[in-house]
């Protein structure tokens, strides 16, 4: 996107953006979490999941605003900067092939390809998800972990990788991918997130 623009948010006529930095402002770039994961080298955050980020991260997801992977990637990029990430390859939470077929896209992948075109890193398809899990909305943490168990499963090795989300809650998630890579060999596993719902 590199011509005028409207902010998304408050109209106002920008350049080379989506978003003006005033309404910037408005998301919580900073947000507290603890989630420890076993295994994992580093897990970053881009932002709280409320206000102004939700909406656009709802809009992308459920109303086909794809091109809001722009914002919620370059949020992403920012927490990448201070790592090394030159012998790693990027991937992401996979869907199984029932609901990405009902959505259309899985916002995870497209996040997780933006960052790779921006960084260099090589997009693989590392996991695949071999079980339906019913929604976690409103699950506790061991009924997430129950859900999610043996869910998974490794599609592609790679020696060192990077999962991409959109929501982290418990990190049960994450915890459960981590555990599939380790049990497959792979070396570093690293992970980076949109936005938590906790903080
Ligand atoms: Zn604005």
Known sequence: MKKYN???NCEKKIYDKLICDDCMEF???NPAFSYPIDGIEFLEIGATYSGLLKKILLRFKFNNKLSYEEILGDIMIEKLLKYNLDDYVITSVPMTKKREDKRGYNQARLLAKYIGRELDLEYVEVFEKIKETPFQVGLGESERKKNLENSFA???YSEN???????????????ELVKVARENGIKK??????ATEIA
């Open 6 to 8: 409207y902010c998304i």
């Open 27 to 29: 998301i919580n770039k």
């Open 154 to 156: 490794l599609k592609n």
């Open 161 to 175: 990788i990077l999962i991409t989300d959109d929501v982290i809650t418990t990190g049960t998630t994450i915890s």
């Open 189 to 194: 596993v690293a992970a980076i997130v949109t």
